[in-house]
C-alpha cells in the first residue's frame, strides 16, 4: 500500500519560511503528477501547488510568487519552499498525487502567527 509521509512543517512568524517534505512509498514516481494541498480549520481542503513529471509546475493564485514547488525523483520525494508566509496560510499540509490521489497522509501543520 502506498504510503505518503509528509514532515517540516512548525511554528513560524508572519514573513518567515518553511520548508515541506513528503515521501512517495510507491513506484514510478518519477512519472507521475504530484501535488500539494492544505486544509485550514473549517474549510475544505485545497490544491496549493503542482508539479508534473517533466518539472512544469502551477500555483494557486493565493501562494504564487511565495511558495516554490519541486521534486526529487531519485528519492521519491516532493518538496514545498514556503517563503514570506502570511497567517492566512496557518494550516494541515498533505502532499498527494495530482488528479489520481491515494490514500491521504497524516500531514504537517504549519501555524503562522503574527
Known amino acids: 500500500q502506498v504510503q505518503l509521509v509528509e514532515s517540516g512543517g512548525g511554528s513560524v512568524q508572519a514573513g518567515g519560511s518553511l520548508r515541506l517534505s513528503c515521501v512517495d512509498s510507491g513506484i514510478i514516481f518519477s512519472l507521475r503528477s504530484m501535488a500539494w494541498y492544505r486544509q485550514a480549520p473549517g474549510k475544505q481542503r485545497e490544491l496549493v501547488a503542482n508539479i508534473a513529471p517533466s518539472g512544469n509546475t502551477s500555483y494557486a493564485d493565493s501562494v504564487k510568487g511565495r511558495f516554490t514547488i519541486s521534486r526529487d525523483n531519485a528519492r521519491n520525494t516532493v518538496y514545498l519552499q514556503m517563503n514570506s508566509l502570511k497567517t492566512e496560510d496557518t494550516a494541515v499540509y498533505y502532499c498527494?498525487?495530482?488528479?489520481?490521489?491515494?490514500?491521504w497522509g497524516q500531514g504537517t501543520q504549519v501555524t503562522v502567527s503574527s
Open positions: 498527494n498525487r495530482h488528479l489520481h490521489p491515494v490514500s
